[in-house]
């Protein structure tokens, strides 16, 4: 048996086992997310218990996100909670500290943790996988200290390898890039607005318009560092006169574009985790 069968059974194994009694699925409507629920779905469908998935209503992530999620959660026929959050205000990553993620997720799930104990839920399930355990993500100490359960990372799957089995599962999330929060647009330290987080969601979208997928505006005040992936750079400098009207519409003054490409955890660069 290859090491993805052996994986791919170990994750099965893991989530039927949170399965047997009810539980709760942290849920972004991202692919790990999305894997993650489907599965728990069939094997609690098997055990007769129940699986609520639980999302988090916040301006940090795109719009739209939480209307896909809603229509993810209505296909698997799974009951939806969607709590509403204000971060900046309540988790204290207003300036984005270096340990954001780390304040953040700590403040998430604490809210989930809550409605555990409300529903008299043991276990929690979230999608981190086997890559983010080696890159810089603060927020794993937080589910940690919370014992909230990562199947993904305990069974050794990859982000590769979540894609594949989303793709066996036939869901829509496969392909899906990932969509990290809007903080992560900007330098540590930086004071996050609301207003500021919008010009780049909306200057990420204008992006998105011309076919783009992977897209990320870093924002150092009114300058605009464009990361796509190096296959669409044609593509931008294609549409490179309607891109400089459309962000300096939105405030930004100086538009470039980063020569090394799209690469997730840019800002990144020189922490220490």
Not at 58 to 82: F, N, Q, S, W
Not at 122 to 140: A, C, F, K
Request: charged fraction near 30%.
């Amino acid at each position: 048996m290859c090491d993805y069968s052996l994986k791919k059974e170990r994750l099965l194994l893991k989530i039927n086992e949170y399965a047997r009694q009810n539980v709760i699925v942290a849920f972004s409507g991202g692919v790990d997310s999305t894997l993650l629920l489907k599965i728990a779905c069939e094997m609690a469908k098997k055990e007769g218990t129940k699986v609520y998935a639980v999302s988090m209503q916040t301006r940090l992530h795109p719009m739209g996100e939480i209307d896909e999620a809603k229509r993810t959660c209505r296909e698997l026929e799974v009951e939806h909670v969607v709590i509403s959050i204000d971060e900046l205000k309540e988790a204290g990553i207003m300036n984005n500290p270096v340990n954001r993620c780390y304040l953040c997720k700590k403040f998430l799930f604490k809210r989930i943790k809550d409605l555990a104990a409300e529903l008299g839920i043991s276990s929690i399930l979230e999608g981190t996988n086997e890559d983010d355990l080696h890159v810089y993500r603060p927020g794993i100490k937080a589910l940690k200290e919370l014992g909230i359960k990562s199947p993904l990372a305990e069974a050794g799957i990859t982000k590769e390898e979540v894609r594949k089995l989303a793709l066996e599962y036939g869901l829509k999330a496969a392909s899906k890039p990932s969509t990290p929060c809007l903080a992560t647009r900007f330098p540590y330290g930086t004071e996050l607005t609301w207003e500021d987080m919008e010009r780049v969601e909306k200057g990420e979208a204008y992006l998105k318009s011309f076919g783009l997928h992977n897209v990320r505006i870093r924002a150092y005040g009114k300058t605009a560092r464009i990361e796509v992936d190096e296959s669409a750079f044609t593509e931008i400098l294609d549409h490179r006169q309607d891109l400089i009207v459309r962000l300096k519409e939105l405030g930004f003054v100086y538009i470039t574009l980063d020569l090394e490409g799209f690469r997730s955890g840019s800002m990144d660069v020189g922490i220490d985790g």
